[in-house]
């Protein structure tokens, strides 16, 4: 079946510290990965659709030069919280859309907590 | 930009009588699709149903929903729920037909009691 892994799963950094956080797509290739934050008391908010051999669309609020993602090949993705601060703390979630089925499949995420 | 609303907060329901969770929307797309994501503790988000059609009944799991579009609507619905059926349940949408670019909802939490 399909599977999306996430490492790690919990992560804990110092405030103004950078952490590293990766999304796995098992048993499907994935044609987009798109990343979620999850803050404390908050709905999921899209930070990046990354699809490969394209540029990598960052929404509103989001950008490259805090959250630098790689997408090297269809099944790896990872992405980077550059000096975290309390405001990144949250679950971080990557969603991996199937190139056969087009179902967007989730990893379990990556909660951040930053000290 | 696009929002999702949903019932919010817990909502119990004792096995074996039914469920309805509210989910409405704002959209300025018109290719859009509509989808309901079940959670369980400890779990990856899993897609419980999908449409983009408007006024057909989609099914799954014994849950199903329509798509409304003259009242922005995409309610889930259960006619007999089960202790399986406790988790934490999102609506989204996506503003492309790929469904890879998701707005969601807060989430409403089911607890079904025996």
């Known amino acids: 079946g399909a599977l999306v892994y996430q490492y790690p799963r919990r992560t804990i950094c110092k405030s103004g510290t950078s952490m590293r956080m990766e999304c796995q797509a098992v048993?499907?290739?994935?044609?987009?990965v798109a990343w979620y934050r999850q803050s404390p008391q908050k709905t999921f908010e899209l930070i990046a659709l990354s699809t490969v051999n394209s540029a990598i669309k960052y929404e509103q609020n989001f950008t490259q030069e805090k959250f630098p993602i790689s997408h090297p090949n269809l099944s790896f993705s990872s992405m980077t919280v550059l000096n975290a601060y309390l405001e990144d703390r949250g679950l971080y979630l990557c969603g991996a859309l199937s190139r056969d089925s087009y179902e967007q499949y989730f990893g379990p995420g990556t909660r951040l907590t930053v000290l | 930009g696009d929002s999702v609303t949903q019932t919010e907060g817990l909502v119990t329901v004792t096995e074996g009588l039914p469920v309805m969770l509210n989910c409405t929307y704002q959209?300025?797309?018109?290719?859009?699709?509509f989808f309901w994501y079940v959670q369980y503790l400890n779990e990856a988000p899993k897609l419980l149903l999908r449409?983009?059609?408007?006024?057909k009944r989609t099914e799954h799991q014994g849950f199903h929903a329509t798509l409304h579009k003259s009242s922005s609507s995409f309610h889930l619905q259960k006619s007999s729920v089960q202790l399986s059926d406790s988790a934490l349940y999102y609506c989204?949408?996506?503003?492309?037909?790929?469904?890879?670019?998701?707005?969601f909802g807060i989430g409403t939490r089911v607890l079904v009691r025996p």
């Open positions: 449409s983009s059609t408007d006024n």
């Open positions: 959209t300025a797309y018109s290719d859009v699709a």
């Open positions: 048993g499907f290739q994935a044609t987009s």
């Open positions: 989204a949408l996506s503003e492309n037909s790929a469904g890879n670019k998701l707005t």
